[in-house]
Every structure is written in C-alpha cells, then in structure tokens.
C-alpha cells in the first residue's frame, strides 16, 4: 500500500502533504469491522500521481462510475451494457497514461491512443466472455497492444504488450491477418 512506502505523507503541488491532513477527524482509523476505511479523493489521487505520473487524473471519476453502472445494470437485470470497450480505454489511459485518440482527429495516426510516441490498440476482454482471448487484426499500425481484462466479478486488470511479441498464430479472415492471444499467454509478453 501506498502508506507502507511513504509512512509520512506525499509530495502535492509543490509542498509536503500529511495522511492525517488529507481526512476529517471523522474520517481517521478503522470501520467498526476493524478493517481501514477507504482513501480520500486526495490519498486516492496522491497514490495515483505516484503509480502513474502521465496518467490524466480528470478521467478516473468517468472510469468507475462506467464500471459501477455497467455492474450494478448487470446485478438488476442480468444484461450487459455496451460500455467494456469505453472501459478499457478509461484504464489505459489512467494506469499507463495513454493519451486516448479523439475522434475525427485526421492529425493523430494512433489505433485507439499514443504512449511515448507509439501507437496502441487497446482490447477489452469482457465479463461476458467465453474464453478469456482476444482477436487483433494486423493490419492496423499500432506499436503496442494493450489487453484490458475485465472479470465477472467486474474487476479490472490489464498488460501492455509489444506488437512484435505477439505470437503469430495467424487466420486469414477476409484477407485480413488475425492474431489470437489467450489472457494467460499475455503474462509472458507483458512490457509492464
């Protein structure tokens, strides 16, 4: 946990920040279930800073609150809404700070965003999914793959892979390489 490493406090806007300062009185300490409470906005976006100094902090608000939708909608009706893509961009974009192509930009030559310059396409394995893989036409020009995957139990994780060490376990479909990647197969190639 972020305290274990800076017992102290964190460095924000140029000046040093306590824990203590970051919570009301209320606030401090364990729940009557002995457990830690959760982190404030501010210890939540401190730990964020430090685990991904290039992400944009403003996204994270529209990540979980597109995350508790899509698993509270699921919870009532056993459905699932069309949001997994939008989700695994969200998580790009705020643990590796991949800055996300807009749309209509004819200036960015990215897939899905650039991280340092380099193009990255970003697949999303879904609740829903069956098998735990994802399918990637290598047509596209991306550098980078990032696989987001997000679990039935709507928990999200994800591993930032090199395009040249895909495994080439080619299809033709309509004349379009594909490229197969199960999760698991993922860990080896993983750059992060």
């Not at 209320?26 to 100094?53: I, T, V, W």
């Not at 991949?98 to 193009?119: F, P, R, T």
């Not at 199960?182 to 080896?188: E, G, I, L, P």
Request: with cysteine; net charge negative; glycine share 6%.
């Amino acid at each position: 946990m972020y305290h274990d490493e800076f017992p102290d406090g964190f460095w924000e806007d140029s000046k040093w920040v306590c824990w203590e300062d970051t919570r009301t009185h209320s606030e401090l300490g364990q729940d009557d279930a002995g457990q830690d409470k959760p982190m404030s906005r501010r210890e939540l976006e401190a730990s964020l800073r430090y685990l991904c100094p290039e992400a944009d902090l403003s996204l994270v608000p529209y990540f979980y609150q597109l995350l508790y939708l899509a698993r509270d909608y699921h919870l009532d009706t056993g459905r699932h809404l069309n949001v997994y893509a939008q989700i695994g961009e969200l998580h790009g974009a705020i643990t590796y700070g991949i800055s996300l192509a807009k749309l209509g930009d004819d200036q960015c030559d990215c897939d899905d965003g650039c991280l340092n310059g380099e193009s990255v396409k970003i697949c999303t394995i879904t609740p829903f999914s069956k098998a735990d893989e994802i399918s990637v036409a290598l047509d596209g020009t991306f550098q980078k793959l990032l696989v987001v995957r997000i679990d039935r139990n709507f928990r999200v994780s994800s591993r930032l892979v090199s395009r040249r060490c895909l495994v080439r376990q080619e299809e033709t479909r309509e004349s379009t390489s594909v490229v197969r990647a199960r999760w698991d197969d993922t860990a080896n190639m993983c750059l992060h």
